[in-house]
């Protein structure tokens, strides 16, 4: 099927002449004045390519024509071309202010009104099937999108099922109190939502806590590989046992290392990190690695904090449970441990909030 | 009468018309549908009946329909009644207007006189 031009114009040999230029192309429909066009626009502009329109006409005029258009909104997707008599500049510059794609003033060329139309035609084609061509592929990629989020959703808990698991093995393993890993990443949260707010150097999103709240409950993980006789030992371990014992740290990394390819970068990157680190001090005095300042990992440094808060509230088989109070002071005067002194800010700031998922949590 | 001698009589650009149109058997066949435009008419009688307005459109047109077709001398003449007419207001336009039928007169007869491709 043929595209199909419309023609605007009072004299019927003009509409002749342009008709005779056009018709081995296109299909010709004819309005002899701005009222027939409006009619024939307002029906079927949808079939027509393009526009030829006249000026001067009796009845309704060509720019009536053009100010109902642009109203309409129709000129976005119908080119418009104006064949005119008109000579003056400012008819025409008020043409282009309507959005009219060319000007062409009479007596005018055959080839030239082809040539002008044929290209003003293709441009609207190419525009039209880009469009489309666009809209297809944002809604495929909406669709994508959607996958992708059920996805990240659902390796997301698979994350968090992983850790869960691996954490319970910790518990049943160790002479830890069950609720230890709970404590941790309740304590975990606290300090950390507070590190996001006041210390935003570090970094941190909701995101991230989010994920070192979970991650926290593989600190002890490397505990696994830790031989009863040291684990469970009631006494005091002597210096090669204690040696061994401090190895749970790296060994944790490596049980994390064996996992690989379950789980997301991030995840294992920071559960890395409080496995390895968790034991290491402000001063550099920790291990394994004897990081200092900074340099030990924001994540390793909350749930080190969080660690030690727990052990100390609860009770062991190598000691008695010391109160939330007692717990706070030892931590601040430095007894148990050296933190980083933003650290430090932030669990003074969270006393009440750790004391109350403590409480929660039937400590 | 060929096109070329029929336009050389009434003061047209046969040249010009064969450019544009692209083939002198084209410019035949719609020089002779001017024999029934009905502009010139409607010019005559709009005027007379003092619709200054109509009498500007239909000026436009003629104008317009002679520029196309190459009547350069009808072209002339209905362009300066169309400029007179623009401002919208009564003019005295008798001599033009005899100048035009002149002109008309003379395209018409030299155009009906076009043999027949």
């Known amino acids: 099927m043929k595209n199909k031009i419309l023609i605007v114009d009072d004299a019927e040999i003009n509409r002749e002449v342009l008709a005779d230029i056009l018709e081995n192309e296109y299909d010709i429909l004819q309005a002899s004045n701005g009222r027939e066009a409006l009619e024939i626009l307002k029906n079927s502009r949808k079939e027509i390519s393009a526009v030829l329109l006249d000026l001067m006409m009796p009845e309704v005029d060509g720019f009536a024509v053009l100010e109902v258009m642009k109203t309409e909104g129709w000129m976005e997707n119908l080119p418009v071309l104006i064949i005119s008599g008109e000579t003056s500049v400012k008819a025409e510059k008020r043409c282009f202010e309507y959005g009219v794609s060319d000007f062409v003033r009479k007596p005018f060329d055959n080839m030239l009104v082809n040539r002008r139309v044929n290209n003003v035609v293709g441009l609207y084609e190419l525009q039209k099937d880009l469009q489309a061509k666009v809209d297809k592929q944002t809604e495929k990629l909406r669709i994508q999108y959607k996958l992708l989020q059920v996805q990240a959703e659902k390796l997301h808990r698979t994350n968090e099922n992983i850790i869960d698991i691996l954490g319970t093995v910790v518990e049943n393993r160790s002479l830890e109190s069950g609720a230890h890993i709970k404590h941790v990443k309740g304590f975990t949260r606290v300090i950390a939502e507070r590190v996001l707010q006041d210390y935003p150097e570090y970094g941190l999103t909701k995101a991230k806590v989010d994920i070192i709240v979970s991650a926290s409950a593989l600190h002890d993980i490397g505990k696994i590989a830790i031989p009863d006789s040291i684990l469970l030992k009631p006494g005091k371990l002597n210096e090669k046992e204690y040696d061994y014992m401090k190895s749970h740290t790296t060994r944790g990394c490596d049980i994390l290392d064996s996992i690989e390819d379950i789980w997301d970068e991030e995840y294992k990157k920071v559960g890395y990190e409080i496995c390895r680190h968790h034991h290491e001090r402000f001063d550099g005095r920790g291990y394994p690695d004897k990081l200092a300042g900074d340099d030990i990992p924001i994540s390793a440094q909350i749930v080190s904090v969080a660690d030690v808060y727990d052990a100390l509230i609860s009770e062991r088989v190598y000691k008695g449970a010391y109160s939330k109070d007692e717990a706070y002071h030892m931590i601040l005067r430095g007894e148990c441990g050296v933190f980083s002194p933003k650290l430090m800010e932030c669990f003074r700031s969270v006393k009440k909030e750790l004391e109350m998922v403590a409480a929660a949590q039937g400590e | ?117």
């Open chain 2, 1 to 117: 009468m060929t096109v070329q001698e029929c336009y050389e009589k009434i003061g047209g650009d046969y040249e010009g018309v064969c450019e544009r149109m692209m083939d002198e058997a084209r410019v035949r066949k719609f020089a002779l549908k001017f024999l029934a435009d009905k502009s010139y008419e409607n010019l005559v009688e709009a005027y007379g009946s003092g619709n200054v307005e109509d009498a500007f459109r239909a000026a436009h047109t003629l104008k317009g329909v002679s520029q196309n077709l190459g009547f350069t001398r009808l072209f002339e003449v209905s362009d300066e009644i169309t400029e007179a007419l623009r401002p919208l207001e009564k003019v005295d336009l008798s001599e033009r207007l005899a100048q035009l039928k002149d002109v008309y007169d003379r395209t018409i007869d030299a155009v009906s006189q076009l043999e027949e491709a």
